[in-house]
C-alpha cells in the first residue's frame, strides 16, 4: 500500500513491530446491516471541503476476541497470548480513502477509518480451531451490487502469508502496559498474500489476485478491475454487495467462518441533520 501511495521503501519499523493504530468500539457493527457512504474532509485543488467520500473502499481481515485480559501496568508474551484469545471471526475495517489519506500525515488514520468496522456473527472459539488443525485457511472477498448483482471473486488471501502471527500483535498492544480487557477486539490489519504465495497455498483458484482491498487490488483507483460483464471497479459503488468468507483447516475437519455481507447504500444528508 505504501509503494502505491508513493513510498517505496518499506519503513524499518514494519519488520521490528507490528504498525497498528486504536480504533472507536462504537463503530463495530455486526454483519448482514448495511453501511451508508461516509462523509469526511475530501482534498480538493484549492484545500478541502466536507462532502461524502468518493473512494470506498474494504479490508479484508481476521478479528481477535480476548478472554481473558491483561491487567494494566502488565504485558503478555506471544508464546502465551492464544491463553488470552477466546476466537476469531471475520472483520471488515471499512476505509474511506479519499479522506484517509488527506488526514494522515502526520498523526494516522481517524475519520478515513472510523465509519464502521463490521464483523461476522459468529466466534469461532480457538478450541474449534484447534480441533480442525488449523487457526485459518483463506477467505475469499466478493463483490456485487447495482451491477446487476452478479458475483465476482476478487481476492483469496491466507492468514499465513501475515508478518505478524495475532499472537504477536496481542503481545505487542500489551507491551506499554495499556491494559486489556475482555472483549476487546483487534484487526489483523488488511490480509493480502503475493502471487508466489497464492500459488503454494490450499484450494487457490487461478485468475484470482491477493488483495486484500481495492486500493491494492486497482493500485489507487489507476488500474481498474474488470468484472465480469465487462463493467471496471475502481472503489464501491453505491448498492454494491461486499461478501467475506473464510474456512480454516481442510478435508472433514475443515470448519467455516460463515459469510461477513454488507450492503453499501447512498450516503445520508449529514448537512441537513446539522441545521
Known amino acids: 500500500m505504501g509503494q502505491i501511495g508513493g513510498n517505496p521503501k518499506v519503513p524499518d519499523s514494519f519488520f521490528n513491530i507490528p504498525l497498528a493504530y486504536n480504533g472507536r468500539a462504537s463503530s463495530v457493527r455486526l454483519g448482514d446491516e448495511s453501511v451508508s457512504r461516509p462523509w469526511g474532509a475530501v482534498p480538493t485543488t484549492d484545500g478541502a471541503t466536507y462532502s461524502p467520500c468518493q473512494k470506498f473502499d474494504y479490508e479484508v481481515e481476521m478479528g481477535i476476541f480476548l478472554s481473558k485480559p491483561v491487567p494494566y501496568g502488565q504485558s503478555v508474551p506471544a508464546a502465551k497470548a492464544k491463553d488470552h484469545v477466546f476466537g476469531l471471526v471475520l472483520l471488515n475495517d471499512w476505509s474511506a480513502r479519499d479522506v484517509q489519506f488527506y488526514e494522515m500525515t502526520p498523526l494516522g488514520p481517524f475519520n478515513g477509518k472510523a465509519t464502521a468496522t463490521i464483523i461476522s456473527p459468529w466466534i469461532v472459539t ?150
Request: with cysteine.
Open 126 to 275: 480457538m478450541a474449534a480451531l484447534e480441533e480442525a488443525g488449523a487457526v485459518l485457511r483463506t477467505e475469499t472477498a466478493d463483490a456485487g451490487g447495482n451491477r446487476e448483482y452478479q458475483r465476482d471473486a476478487l481476492a483469496q488471501t491466507d492468514v499465513q502469508h501475515l508478518h505478524w502471527s495475532p499472537f504477536q500483535m496481542l503481545a505487542h498492544h500489551s507491551s506499554s502496559g495499556c491494559g486489556m480487557d475482555t472483549g476487546d477486539l483487534v484487526g489483523t490489519g488488511t490480509l493480502s498474500s503475493s502471487e508466489s504465495q497464492l500459488a503454494t497455498a490450499d484450494g487457490w483458484r487461478e485468475g484470482v489476485r491477493g488483495s486484500g482491498c481495492l486500493y491494492e487490488l486497482t493500485c489507487a483507483g489507476s488500474k481498474p478491475f474488470h468484472l465480469t460483464d465487462g463493467s471496471e471497479l475502481k472503489w464501491l459503488e453505491d448498492g454494491d454487495l461486499v461478501t467475506f468468507e473464510a474456512w480454516a483447516g481442510s478435508g472433514d475437519r475443515a470448519i467455516g467462518f460463515g459469510q461477513l455481507s454488507v450492503k453499501v447504500i447512498p450516503a445520508k444528508n449529514m448537512l441537513a441533520e446539522r441545521e
